[in-house]
């Protein structure tokens, strides 16, 4: 069994920075791949950032490039996504998750296989 708890999320003005954490345990994670998903109220989820924990190949939907900042600690089984830039677009709640099966380039939500709880994002205009 794996457990994903986000952290970082809370009340940002536009333009500003926000850190989210993904804290993992229950399992080795040496070959998985933790990907970040987001959803705003009405919308359906969406690919924000992944990265492969043995190697750290990141990549990122074209909305955030530039501006977020994926990476990972492996002594504490955390990945993190800096935020910068934030605009209203990016109000969501933010999820984490983890693809037991390591794909690179997976931006399917239906291909991960345990998520977090999700960390509430709101940008103020």
């Known amino acids: 069994q794996v457990q994903l708890v986000e952290s970082g999320g809370g009340l940002v003005q536009a333009g500003g920075s926000l850190r989210l954490s993904c804290a993992a345990s229950?399992?080795?994670?040496?070959?998985?791949?933790m990907g970040w998903f987001r959803q705003a109220p009405g919308k359906e989820r969406e690919f924000v950032a992944a990265?492969?924990?043995?190697?750290?190949?990141?990549w990122y939907a074209d909305s955030v490039k530039g501006r977020f900042t994926l990476s990972r600690a492996n002594a504490r089984n955390t990945v993190y996504l800096q935020m910068n830039s934030l605009n209203s677009d990016d109000t969501a709640v933010y999820y984490c998750a983890a693809d037991v099966s390591n794909r690179l380039y997976e931006r399917d939500s239906h291909r991960y296989d345990y998520w977090g709880q999700g960390t509430q994002v709101t940008v103020s205009s």
């Open positions: 229950g399992r080795t994670f040496s070959r998985y791949t």
């Open positions: 990265i492969t924990w043995s190697v750290g190949s990141t």
